[in-house]
């Protein structure tokens, strides 16, 4: 063996060199014709068919120098399943089950029941990248395919299977969508289901993008160019007529839409209905609200009608009544006129509604008597009474002292109900003619001072003046009189106050 371990100042011998030469001949040998590309055949010590059927062992250290494969079949593989080719059009590709020969074919690299193939290829043509994937299919060992490349350059058109683009802030840019599943972008949700109708009040039509169906749910904006007319319909993309509905399930009144307004409508469906609406509305109409007020109602605002008759509208005045009637209970009833009233009094203390009267004043109300907060002043006259009245036996007993002493009549006689205070009182015998008594104190002199009752039997025979010896006998709801007769029917005449 040739030395191995020369210092600097060691002197080459004869046998050195010899030593050398030997070793450089043995391996020429073992390595065979290494003038041109080496082959099996030319292989004399086997070297290279081992490089071909083994593995190169090596642990650790590092590859210099390119490594160069060339064949029409698989080149480089890991496992089985993985392989790094390249192909004569200039298609490099990485791979999992296929790889590239000449001409740009692609091949299987394993029978497999499912796994199927798919790759990474660089295209020198259009400079890009792409990848297939065949999906879980069967698989034969180096019988040939066609994917289906997919670019993988990003890319912010509407590209079929393109990854999508990203700006500098990570923004997604991608196509406006058109299918359920795609991605929204904003200028597609500002906007989206947005459109400006056309025909005609009673029949809108609108074209509203990405609107393929109508299925319940679906809400769209419009905007009219015209008011709406009796019972209008909205007919979107062609899609059919639908009648646009209130929330109550009627049909706007015409023109309750208006031309130029954006209105907001969502598919029931079988119709459109408005949104934003107030829902119900009462029955009121312009007479029945106060003037100068509005109130909505299922064809929109109203101004009311009603006249205001609050003190405030009229400056503290007065309103007159439409009439006026009294009952038999003594009630003054009032009919008001029609419209608006506050309660409470003005200034002077009096209330709104007013009814004239001109004979309605405290002359025309007897003295002492109130109606309605009006004194009367008017002085107190006589009131005549009149009737029948049939007494007793009962005796007087000198319960009518005579002025002269002699006899106060043998019987008494009751008078109630007469509601006056007497101050003349003449009672008359039915059966005897001339036989009457009678009370009156103004009869001066006829009468005597403190015995003004008089009574006669007949038109021969009278006594002397009497009076009440009780007090009560004689008041506005009891009289008690004297008489010659007993159970007998008398006429009475009472004037009084």
Same mark, same amino acid.
């Given at each position: 063996?040739?030395?191995?371990?020369?210092?600097?100042?060691?002197?080459?011998?004869?046998?050195?060199?010899?030593?050398?030469?030997?070793?450089?001949?043995?391996?020429?040998?073992?390595?065979?014709?290494?003038?041109?590309?080496?082959?099996?055949?030319?292989?004399? !010590?086997?070297?290279?068919?081992?490089?071909?059927?083994? $593995?190169?062992?090596?642990?650790?250290? $590092?590859?210099?120098? !390119?490594?160069?494969?060339?064949?029409?079949?698989?080149?480089?593989?890991?496992?089985?399943?993985?392989?790094?080719?390249?192909?004569?059009?200039?298609?490099?590709?990485?791979?999992?089950?296929?790889?590239?020969?000449?001409?740009?074919?692609?091949?299987?690299?394993?029978?497999?029941?499912?796994?199927?193939?798919?790759?990474?290829?660089?295209?020198?043509?259009?400079?890009?990248?792409?990848?297939?994937?065949?999906?879980? /299919?069967?698989?034969?060992?180096?019988?040939? +395919?066609?994917?289906?490349?997919?670019?993988?350059?990003?890319?912010?058109?509407?590209?079929?299977?393109?990854?999508?683009?990203?700006?500098?802030?990570?923004?997604?840019?991608?196509?406006?969508?058109?299918?359920?599943?795609?991605?929204?972008?904003?200028?597609?949700?500002? &906007?989206?289901?947005?459109?400006?109708?056309?025909?005609?009040?009673?029949?809108?039509?609108?074209?509203?993008?990405?609107?393929?169906?109508?299925?319940?749910?679906?809400?769209? &904006? /419009?905007?009219?160019?015209?008011?709406?007319?009796?019972?209008?319909?909205?007919?979107?993309?062609?899609?059919?007529?639908?009648?646009?509905? =209130?929330?109550?399930?009627?049909?706007?009144?015409?023109?309750?839409?208006?031309?130029?307004?954006?209105?907001?409508?969502?598919?029931?469906?079988?119709?459109?209905?408005? %949104?934003?609406?107030?829902?119900?509305?009462?029955?009121?109409? !312009?007479?029945?609200?106060?003037?100068?007020?509005?109130?909505?109602?299922?064809?929109?605002?109203?101004?009311?009608?009603?006249?205001?008759?609050?003190?405030?509208?009229?400056?503290? #005045?007065?309103?007159?009544?439409?009439? /006026? $009637?009294?009952?038999?209970?003594?009630?003054?009833?009032?009919?008001? $006129?029609?419209?608006?009233?506050?309660?409470?009094?003005?200034?002077? #203390?009096?209330?709104?509604?007013?009814?004239?009267?001109?004979? +309605?004043? !405290?002359?025309?109300?007897? %003295?002492?008597?109130?109606? +309605?907060?009006?004194?009367?002043?008017?002085?107190?006259?006589? =009131?005549?009474?009149?009737?029948?009245?049939?007494?007793? @036996?009962?005796?007087?007993?000198?319960?009518?002292?005579?002025?002269? #002493?002699?006899?106060?009549?043998?019987?008494?006689?009751?008078? &109630?109900?007469?509601?006056?205070?007497?101050?003349?009182?003449?009672?008359?015998?039915?059966?005897?003619?001339?036989?009457?008594?009678?009370?009156?104190?103004?009869?001066?002199?006829?009468?005597?001072?403190?015995?003004?009752?008089?009574?006669?039997?007949?038109?021969?025979?009278?006594?002397?003046?009497? =009076?009440?010896?009780?007090?009560?006998?004689?008041?506005? @709801?009891?009289?008690?009189?004297?008489?010659?007769?007993?159970?007998?029917?008398?006429?009475?005449?009472?004037?009084?106050?």
């Amino acid at each position: 063996m040739a030395k191995t371990d020369w210092k600097f100042n060691d002197i080459v011998t004869e046998t050195d060199m010899n030593e050398l030469g030997q070793e450089v001949n043995e391996a020429k040998a073992e390595l065979g014709d290494m003038e041109s590309v080496p082959t099996e055949a030319k292989d004399a !010590a086997g070297a290279i068919g081992e490089l071909h059927t083994k $593995k190169l062992d090596k642990s650790g250290g $590092k590859m210099t120098g !390119a490594l160069f494969v060339e064949t029409a079949a698989r080149e480089i593989s890991a496992g089985s399943w993985a392989d790094m080719s390249a192909n004569s059009t200039g298609y490099a590709l990485f791979a999992q089950n296929c790889y590239t020969a000449n001409n740009n074919e692609y091949r299987y690299s394993n029978t497999h029941a499912s796994l199927g193939a798919r790759g990474i290829r660089f295209n020198h043509t259009s400079a890009s990248v792409e990848y297939f994937d065949t999906g879980a /299919i069967a698989t034969t060992a180096d019988v040939a +395919f066609t994917p289906n490349w997919i670019s993988m350059r990003p890319d912010a058109a509407a590209t079929a299977n393109r990854t999508i683009l990203r700006d500098a802030s990570g923004r997604g840019k991608v196509a406006p969508p058109v299918a359920a599943d795609d991605i929204a972008r904003l200028d597609t949700v500002q &906007t989206f289901g947005y459109g400006t109708t056309s025909g005609t009040g009673s029949a809108y039509t609108a074209a509203i993008g990405l609107v393929a169906a109508l299925t319940e749910g679906l809400r769209v &904006t /419009i905007k009219l160019h015209a008011a709406s007319g009796a019972n209008p319909t909205l007919n979107i993309n062609g899609l059919g007529a639908k009648g646009i509905l =209130k929330p109550s399930g009627s049909a706007p009144t015409a023109g309750l839409l208006k031309a130029g307004s954006i209105y907001t409508l969502v598919y029931n469906g079988s119709a459109f209905t408005l %949104q934003g609406e107030g829902g119900e509305y009462g029955t009121a109409v !312009a007479a029945e609200v106060l003037a100068g007020k509005t109130i909505g109602t299922e064809s929109g605002l109203v101004t009311g009608t009603m006249p205001n008759y609050s003190r405030a509208a009229l400056g503290e #005045g007065y309103t007159l009544a439409q009439s /006026i $009637k009294v009952d038999s209970m003594g009630n003054l009833v009032i009919e008001p $006129k029609t419209g608006f009233y506050t309660t409470g009094l003005n200034g002077a #203390g009096f209330g709104t509604v007013l009814i004239y009267d001109p004979d +309605f004043i !405290a002359t025309n109300i007897r %003295q002492g008597v109130d109606i +309605f907060g009006l004194l009367g002043t008017m002085p107190v006259g006589y =009131k005549i009474v009149a009737g029948t009245v049939t007494n007793g @036996s009962i005796t007087t007993s000198n319960r009518f002292p005579s002025y002269g #002493g002699g006899s106060d009549g043998g019987y008494i006689v009751e008078i &109630t109900g007469h509601n006056v205070t007497p101050r003349i009182v003449l009672l008359m015998n039915n059966a005897f003619y001339g036989g009457y008594t009678l009370y009156c104190e103004e009869l001066v002199p006829d009468t005597i001072s403190g015995y003004p009752i008089r009574s006669r039997q007949n038109n021969a025979t009278r006594t002397d003046f009497s =009076k009440h010896a009780n007090l009560n006998d004689f008041t506005s @709801s009891y009289i008690c009189l004297p008489s010659w007769f007993s159970d007998t029917t008398f006429k009475y005449i009472i004037i009084g106050q």
